[in-house]
């Protein structure tokens, strides 16, 4: 009856709604209202009506054909318990192209409505993170990703940008909604842009800035909105600026010390007591050797008269309270004695016990500690350091894996459940530096292809990707245009297709597309 054909709609865009609102804030509830729409699909009967809308937009199967992918690559593969798990992940590229159109395709109005609700989500787990940092949620932060709650920082990041492009496309069209509601949406892209920079997640910022510069090669070429143009070109160009000078600022804080006295080896402590100095080690803290001039007898007597964690455990992160103490002295620009420690405040005391290697990083979300650690990093890998647990230079280690891997299997690739066990297989034969637990996978998606499929099938993956766009061409607006950027471009610093959220982000949205009238 019409009466239950109208329910089943309602339903329907319900579900769709709640799954744009819940993306950035659980995979748990994402996955309820994506099961709660296909189980509507199917109590909603009329398959043959629903069928047309997927035969009349081909493109539509080229998305699921990714999933297809995956299917063939099986026949390559020993893990078959691996590869269920990888399909369970792949299941969004099957279900909302060939699903979410069961009622016809988008108009401009349902439209605006599913990007508002996505916005709307994206708020709150930005609010969050604010939130967290004005003290008002409290949870532990040993670190800026720790103000993303719900999802990890990289994936909050892509979405995040999504949300303020599509704050930004919808404050500038006057078909939104009242004058306020379009004010609204300028000050949310504000603040979600502002976050990206206090949660510090590098692919996030460089998304920032990439898709800045091509929205105003956009807006001044093709769409001749001048205004608009020129703010998002000035935007990208401060932030390319501001980051910038950041990273020399704080490679020039990593290698100049404002006391270049402190590093000469000193032999006795005011107390008398013999300094040790290690000239083989080069590790620094703002210019100041680590190394040098270090007494721990000293420091030990007098660091376990000011701190209920004896000096010789581990501080609440699980490292070396004795190491992170003896960094965090140096970042001071202090030998390493008893009257180093006598002269730490109390705010000190509890930020090596809390794991902070220097003051900085307990400072979470100031973009200073993040381009220090990513100085530090670099000036430790070039020095020959351990990159484990460092997000930055450990990449390099993933990359080399992976490239091990895909010359072994150039052609076939591994199979779709074999990846993780290439990975570990690599790590072991190339004599990994990396610790076990931070011997991870790629984290770049054109890699991941390569590995699973081949480079054949890596470059078949990506013409599948680009397919749906090239025959929909037509329908290609600024929004549609920013999402295959995002996508993209994440790709080369995240494993896309390696998360439920990844794979969702990426069908919805690119069904969405297809589907607007």
């Known amino acids: 009856t019409m009466l239950r054909r109208s329910f089943h709609q309602m339903f329907h865009l319900f579900c769709l709604l709640s799954v744009a609102f819940f993306m950035p804030l659980s995979v748990w509830m994402v996955s309820v209202f994506s099961i709660s729409m296909a189980v509507n699909w199917i109590i909603g009967f009329e398959y043959r009506e629903k069928g047309k809308i997927v035969t009349e937009k081909k493109e539509l199967l080229l998305i699921p054909a990714l999933f297809l992918l995956y299917v063939v690559w099986l026949l390559n ?3 078959f318990s691996q590869a269920i798990t990888e399909f369970k992940l792949k299941l969004p590229l099957l279900l909302f192209p060939l699903l979410a159109g069961a009622y016809g395709n988008f108009s401009s109005r349902r439209y605006r409505m599913i990007l508002l609700a996505f916005i709307a989500g994206c708020v709150v787990a930005v609010a969050a993170g604010y939130a967290v940092l004005a003290g008002f949620i409290h949870t532990p932060v040993r670190d800026s990703r720790d103000l993303s709650l719900f999802l990890p920082s990289i994936r909050l990041s892509i979405l995040v940008n999504m949300a303020l492009f599509a704050a930004l496309y919808l404050a500038f069209n006057s078909e939104t909604g009242p004058f306020t509601l379009r004010v609204l949406l300028v000050v949310v892209a504000l ?5 990206l920079f206090r949660l510090l997640s590098v692919t996030g910022i460089i998304i920032l ?4 510069l091509i929205s105003a090669v956009y807006f001044l070429t093709i769409s001749r909105k001048w205004i608009v143009g020129l703010i998002t070109s000035t935007a990208a160009i401060l932030a390319v600026i501001f980051f910038t000078a950041g990273m020399s600022r704080a490679w020039s804080n990593l290698h100049i010390p404002d006391n270049p006295e402190v590093n000469n080896v000193t032999e006795k402590t005011p107390s008398g007591h013999n300094y040790k100095s290690l000239p083989e080690e080069n590790l620094l803290e703002r210019g100041y050797l680590v190394w040098n001039n270090v007494c721990e007898e000293e420091m030990k007597t007098q ?16 490292n070396d309270l004795r190491v992170t103490l003896i960094r965090y002295v140096s970042y001071l620009g202090m030998r390493k004695d008893s009257a ?8 000190d005391i509890k930020n090596i016990e809390a794991g902070f290697a220097n003051p900085l990083y307990a400072d979470i979300g100031n973009p200073l500690a993040k381009w220090y650690e990513v100085a530090w990093q670099i000036d430790r890998r070039l020095k020959g350091g351990n990159p484990s647990g460092h997000s930055v230079t450990q990449r390099l280690e993933f990359y080399k894996a992976s490239v091990f891997i895909i010359r072994q299997n150039p052609l076939t690739g591994t199979g779709t459940g074999d990846v993780r066990k290439a990975f570990d297989d690599a790590y072991r034969f190339t004599d990994s530096p990396l610790t076990p637990e931070y011997r991870l996978m790629a984290h770049n998606q054109y890699l991941t292809f390569a590995i699973t499929f081949g480079i054949p099938g890596m470059i078949l993956a990506l013409c599948l990707m680009l397919s749906p766009a090239i025959v929909a061409r037509k329908r290609l607006n600024y929004l549609f245009v920013i999402f295959l950027a995002i996508i993209f471009i994440s790709m080369f610093n995240d494993d896309t297709f390696e998360s439920a959220i990844g794979t969702t982000f990426f069908s919805y949205f690119y069904t969405l597309f297809l589907l607007i009238e």
Do not use: E, H
Request: net charge positive; hydrophobic share 40%.
């Open 340 to 347: 180093a420690i006598a002269n730490l405040s109390r705010k």
């Open 191 to 195: 603040m979600m842009g502002l976050f």
């Open 77 to 79: 593969t020993s893990n």
């Open 209 to 212: 800035v990439l898709i800045s």
């Open 303 to 318: 660091w376990n008269q000011r701190s209920r964690i004896p000096y010789d455990s581990t501080d609440m992160a699980g």
